[in-house]
């Protein structure tokens, strides 16, 4: 036996004897949760919605909708313009590419 | 049927001898031996009550614990995966010992004191598992405390073990060879001699002192430090779950001290086995009685003060250790 095989066939050994030996250990015990201390408020008077779970997402997010906010929304319609004129000239680009490689009819 | 004789032979040896159950009963010996010792030297009794002169004090906490007392946990920890992985780690720790040729029934292989190194492993990892396991600030920072200082004594204790492998049996890296070689320096020259002698102490200061941090005694014991994080790792585990946390802390102890008493003084056997079993036990005794006196003569260090000795003494001694090694 090489030593490689020898690892395997002890690895494979005590991963099947630990589960043999932690069946009667785990089922027979008893096994009592005790809730979190929250003051002396009950758990139940706190919920997550399923809302909250995007907080990391919106996190993420948020910057970008400061961004669009602080410049779009500022009343002066130059200020979108100027942000959505190389999105706009970008879209013109990529028509003219188009239009080159299929040819002007449709 | 080669194979399944195979398999039942390399079962016995896990579950029986010299595996769980002969290092489970030298563990709790062991704690018992460990825990008389140091109430003599702090004037106290000690265990004293079950059985003679207390020794199955050890073996009714942990069966109390195993069989009788309720497993109670907080709401979000996940308390059966915990006790899989404890028991996981006790059993990679029996099945490391069927290494050990301390009967016929021994495995052997070319470097397989590395397969030594890796199934150990699994009982560290375990460890700082429980701690982690766990939503409690106590036990969580008893996990990171050990799982930090494991990433400096892990390497300290196996290159210091691979050092002395390296100087018992050099052409093998076999455990079963170092540990079954009766003489100590077989050197050509006189030179070679003094070069294995110094390898070997050098790596035998190393492996002590990263095993005191192992096997969290003083002054390493900072991951369940009782008065400063309410005992770490272990504070809210109860019931089954710190019943095996407790067996699988001593069959570490047992094994790697085992092991190492072995490695330090191969006395040649007296009986006609590889390793004998009575001077083994005899040398066990005498290395844990230093161990001892030397953790609890001294106090406990501060985290950052624990890994800089760590990383400046035992990791510097095997790397050195190492290269002396493989040089002669």
Same mark, same amino acid.
């Given at each position: ?106 | ?76 920890? %996940? ?7 404890? *028991? #996981?780690?006790?059993? $990679? !720790? @029996?099945? &490391?010992? +069927? /290494? =050990? ?88 020259? %006189? ?7 110094? *390898? #070997?102490?050098?790596? $035998? !200061? @190393?492996? &002590?002192? +990263? /095993? =005191? ?103 510097? !001694? @095997?790397?050195?250790?190492?290269? =002396?090694?493989?040089?002669?």
């Amino acid at each position: 036996m090489d030593a490689l095989s020898m690892a395997t066939v002890l690895t494979t050994i005590s991963i099947l004897l630990a589960l043999v030996l932690w069946l009667p250990i785990s089922l027979k015990a008893r096994i009592r949760k005790t809730e979190i201390y929250l003051s002396g408020e009950p758990q139940s008077m706190f919920s997550v919605s399923i809302t909250e779970v995007s907080w990391a997402v919106r996190r993420v997010f948020e910057r970008i909708y400061k961004v669009l906010v602080s410049h779009v929304q500022t009343g002066v319609f130059n200020d979108w313009f100027a942000l959505s004129l190389p999105y706009l000239l970008m879209l013109i680009l990529l028509l003219v590419i188009v239009v080159a490689i299929r040819g002007g009819g449709v | 049927m080669e194979l399944l004789v195979e398999f039942f032979r390399l079962v016995f040896t896990t579950l029986v001898y010299p595996g769980l159950f002969f290092l489970a009963v030298l563990g709790l010996i062991s704690q018992w031996y460990r825990r008389k010792l140091v109430a003599r030297l702090q004037n106290r009794v000690g265990p004293k009550y079950v059985g003679p002169a207390g020794i199955l004090q050890p073996f009714a906490d942990v069966y109390k614990l195993l069989f009788v007392k309720e497993l109670v946990t907080g709401a979000y920890t %996940p308390a059966r995966l915990i006790l899989y992985i404890i *028991t #996981l780690g006790i059993v $990679a !720790l @029996s099945a &490391s010992s +069927a /290494l =050990l040729p301390l009967t016929p029934l021994y495995i052997k292989a070319d470097y397989d004191a590395l397969v030594f190194i890796y199934l150990t492993l699994y009982a560290s990892i375990a460890v700082s598992l429980i701690g982690l396991g766990s939503v409690s600030p106590y036990p969580s920072l008893g996990g990171v405390r050990y799982a930090t200082m494991l990433l400096v004594f892990e390497p300290a204790v196996a290159i210091s073990l691979l050092s002395m492998v390296k100087v018992l049996a050099p052409s093998t890296l076999s455990l079963a060879d170092a540990l079954g070689s009766p003489n100590i320096l077989r050197a050509q020259q %006189p030179l070679q001699g003094v070069f294995q002698l110094a *390898t #070997l102490v050098l790596a $035998a !200061l @190393s492996f &002590s002192m +990263a /095993l =005191l941090s192992k096997m969290m005694m003083k002054p390493f014991d900072i991951p369940e430090a009782e008065t400063e994080i309410a005992g770490g790792y272990l504070a809210e585990l109860s019931g089954p779950a710190l019943g095996l946390s407790i067996l699988l802390h001593e069959v570490e102890i047992s094994l790697y001290i085992f092991v190492f008493s072995n490695l330090l003084v191969p006395i040649p056997p007296v009986l006609p086995e590889p390793l004998s079993i009575v001077t083994s036990l005899l040398k066990y005794f005498a290395v844990l009685t230093i161990l001892t006196l030397v953790a609890y003569s001294m106090g406990r260090l501060k985290p950052d003060q624990a890994l800089r000795t760590l990383i400046k003494v035992p990791l510097l !001694l @095997s790397i050195i250790s190492l290269a =002396l090694a493989f040089t002669i």
